[in-house]
């Protein structure tokens, strides 16, 4: 009977810990998606941009017609990068 009673226990530990590991790791994500949710409800306002220079956002498309690009699907594809 004591060999019994010592596995019974050990297996009662091993679910008690495991119960634990799975409420923590269900709390953890309840704190995340609250946080996350949370954040998201928040209107942030960036501060105008002050000084003489324009901010903005501008796309280059540079072809070197130089220089044919030999890892190219198509033969004779000129090299390109986008900036």
């Known amino acids: 009977m004591d ?6 226990r050990l297996v009662r530990r091993v679910l008690t810990l495991f119960a634990a590991l799975v409420f923590c790791v269900v709390l ?4 995340l998606l609250g946080s996350l949710w949370l954040e998201h409800s928040f209107w942030i306002e960036l501060p105008k941009p002050t000084g003489p220079f324009a901010v903005s956002r ?3 498309d540079w072809v070197d017609i130089k220089t044919s690009d ?3 699907p198509v033969p004779g594809t000129r090299r390109e990068l986008l900036v």
Do not use: I, K, Q, S
């Open 28 to 31: 953890a994500v309840g704190v």
């Open 70 to 72: 030999d890892l190219a």
């Open 3 to 8: 060999a019994r009673n010592r596995l019974w």
């Open 58 to 60: 501008v796309v280059f």
